[in-house]
């Protein structure tokens, strides 16, 4: 797998540094564990997606293009959930899909959200753009991934310093005539690194006075 990033003030290898805010990619094991995961069990077997649809705190919208215009967010029960069994641990069946063959569509978010992952796959094998939107839309940065084969997934993950809005994933590939599928949306409101950082400081401070009490009781 492929992974690059971008932000407002450039491309680097690994990560932005940009305005005080920090954006990087992440992998499935960066996540606490404590993450809201969204599998679609629970959604409607379609959903409008011209226009903003809301279910469980999470709003489409689709601005695809290509083949397959059905109009509609769909969910696959069974078959397309062989295309994530090379990652383990996927919640498997039902799978969303997108409605069309460039895909081009928003997730936001009810909650704040700094670090965000998902899951995609599709049948020949494609590249997709993932990025973070601020509240006005603008972009914080993006994770560009890539199919090692066909039939494959592909996790795509994202962190920020800065709230993540809402999530756009575009296919960045020729059309090849196969819709996106996806899988274990996750999130989770993370803390500021600087409350991060004053937290961890407090900790070493504390820490650090203890150890000088007990030294002084011992002398």
């Known amino acids: 797998m492929r992974i690059t990033i971008a932000g407002a003030c450039g491309a680097l290898a690994v990560a932005i540094v940009c305005s005080e ?3 990087a ?3 499935l094991l960066d996540f606490s564990g404590n993450e809201a995961l969204e599998t679609f069990d629970t959604f409607p077997s379609a959903i409008p997606a011209a226009t903003p649809q809301t ?41 969303f899909q997108d409605n069309f063959t460039l895909s081009d569509f928003t997730i936001a978010f009810s909650t704040p959200v700094r670090r965000v992952g998902i899951l995609l796959s599709t049948g020949p094998a494609t590249s997709w753009r993932v990025s973070s939107l601020d509240q006005v839309g603008g972009l914080i940065e993006f994770v560009e991934v890539s199919m090692f084969a066909d039939n494959e997934a592909v996790f795509a993950g994202l962190e920020t310093s800065t709230i993540i809005a809402s999530l756009r994933i575009q296919d960045i590939s ?3 005539g196969s819709v996106t599928f996806m899988d274990d949306l996750r999130f989770e409101a993370i803390p500021e690194l600087s409350t991060a950082l004053l937290t961890g400081l407090g900790i070493v401070g504390l820490a650090i006075a203890s150890r000088n009490r007990s030294g002084r009781g011992a002398g």
């Open 21 to 23: 805010a920090f954006a």
């Open 25 to 27: 990619p992440i992998g």
């Open 55 to 95: 279910v469980n705190g999470l709003t489409f919208q689709s601005q695809g293009s290509g083949g397959g215009a059905s109009g509609m967010f769909r969910i696959d029960s069974v078959f397309h959930s062989n295309l994530f069994l090379n990652i383990a641990g996927t919640s498997g069946a039902p799978v």
């Open 174 to 176: 020729p059309d090849n």
